[in-house]
């Protein structure tokens, strides 16, 4: 099968296998590149770890610390004749690159919201990986079945209190528009919080610690996102900030969890904006990226996943590092997007974008590099002319 890219609104409905093998081994070569990190863990679960951050996470801690990964991710199998989704392929190639060094790995694709699938991993680690030193939550879902009541809880993005209107873009098309959202309902709001808040994450770690799987000493890691101001309705003070609220209380209590295990301690790192398929779904974020790549790349300062995550492990978790935490105990890795110059710059671009200087004003260009980048497309060295097996099973 010849693979190109079918992007249809905010996602990509296609994705190209060895695009993806080759995407995984850019991150890998970035990571030896900035040589191995001390101190590090030996058994780590990452959770959410197909995609994005957590993917970036795991790439860290098997390259980079030498850990043993175990990955629990929901992603869509490819068959003879239909292909599996990005991370199904991220998880494959990664897997196979990590026992190529022979690092453990071991993956789960299923409902990590499920009692179900929460039992078969700890049966598993209990099996053959032994105490985690380390749990990244790195979970982005639009919705939640809960594993007590069967109810369906669905996440929205949208503002509390009050209506918002802004601007966003169609990263597609180019086109910018105005966005008008009507304030949540409180049961939006519940449900966002109950999808994407910490009650989760709590779960597996209560389920980890009764199984007897936490190390002593473990680290427990959950991705939050604060953002400029302009933002801040839709994000910080929107359902999906309030569900980051409920994740930093959840954080208290598995700090307080994980300090009987030998002095352990959970986190909430602050990420920086960046394309991910979780983002791309926001209204107002995917603009304010565009906007925020074009001066991080004048400055120097521009990451994506793999240098936030590997800058996190090796400048505030691990190699004896400070962690440097914010007045309310969060790790800051997005200190270099709400530096006062950046921001600055980016509120006098923010106003003047219109359709017409979008390519211009914005790195529009870089955005949608990196969207395809995250399907496997645009990558060096593969040729998209040739006809490739779709068909490639979990290993
Ligand atoms: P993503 O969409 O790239 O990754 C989500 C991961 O969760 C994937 O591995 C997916 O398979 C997995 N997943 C989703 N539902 C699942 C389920 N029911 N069971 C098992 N696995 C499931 O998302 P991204 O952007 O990496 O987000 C991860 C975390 O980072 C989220 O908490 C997000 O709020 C946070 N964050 C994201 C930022 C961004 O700009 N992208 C910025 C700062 C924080």
Same mark, same amino acid.
């Given at each position: 099968m010849v693979i190109k890219p079918r992007v249809r609104g905010f996602v990509c409905v296609t994705s190209h296998p060895e695009g993806c093998a080759a995407h995984i081994q850019q991150q890998i070569d970035y990571v030896k590149s900035k040589g191995s990190i001390s101190g590090g863990p030996k058994n780590v679960l990452v959770i959410?770890?197909?995609?994005g951050f957590g993917l970036s996470s795991r790439v860290t801690a098997a390259f980079g610390c030498g850990s043993k990964t175990v990955g629990v991710f929901y992603e869509r199998p490819s068959d003879e004749d239909r292909l599996g989704t990005a991370g199904w392929y991220n998880t494959i190639a990664l897997t196979e690159k990590a026992r190529a060094e022979g690092l453990y790995a071991r993956n789960f694709n299923g409902d990590a919201f499920s009692n179900e699938v929460k039992s078969n991993v700890i049966a598993a680690i209990k099996e053959d990986?032994?105490?985690?030193?380390l749990v990244i939550y790195s979970l982005a879902s639009p919705r939640r079945t809960h594993p007590d009541t069967g109810a369906v809880h669905k996440s929205v993005l949208k503002p509390v209190g009050k209506s918002y209107s802004s601007r966003t873009v169609d990263t597609d098309k180019g086109i910018v528009s105005d966005v008008a959202i009507e304030p949540a309902t409180d049961e939006e709001i519940a449900d966002t919080a109950a999808v994407m808040g910490g009650d989760d994450w709590e779960r597996w770690i209560t389920a980890l610690d009764e199984a007897g799987l936490i190390a002593e000493g473990a680290t427990s890691v959950a991705y939050s996102y604060i953002g400029p101001e302009i933002t801040w309705d839709i994000y910080k003070n929107g359902t999906i900030g309030l569900a980051k609220n409920h994740l930093e209380e959840s954080c208290i209590r598995i700090s307080s969890k994980l300090k009987e295990h030998g002095g352990g301690r959970a986190l909430i790192s602050v990420n920086k904006a960046l394309v991910s398929q979780a983002s791309?779904?926001?209204?107002?974020v995917p603009l304010y990226i565009s906007i925020l790549y074009k001066i991080m790349k004048a400055k120097g300062t521009h990451e994506g996943c793999i240098e936030q995550m590997q800058r996190l492990f090796a400048?505030?978790?691990?190699? !004896?590092? %400070?962690?440097?935490?914010?007045?309310?105990g969060r790790i800051r890795i997005d200190d270099l997007e709400m530096q006062d110059d950046v921001q600055a710059e980016g509120a006098t671009i923010w106003p003047q974008v219109t359709t017409e200087n979008l390519a211009e004003l914005t790195d529009i260009v870089g955005y949608r590099e990196e969207f395809l980048k995250m399907f496997?497309?645009?990558?060096? !060295?593969? %040729?998209?002319?040739v006809s490739t097996e779709p068909h490639r099973p979990m290993i």
């Open positions: 959410g770890s197909s995609t990986v032994g105490p985690i030193d791309s779904a926001i209204p107002v400048e505030r978790l691990f190699n !004896g590092a %400070d962690p440097q935490l914010d007045e309310s496997g497309f645009g990558l060096p !060295g593969i %040729d998209y002319e």
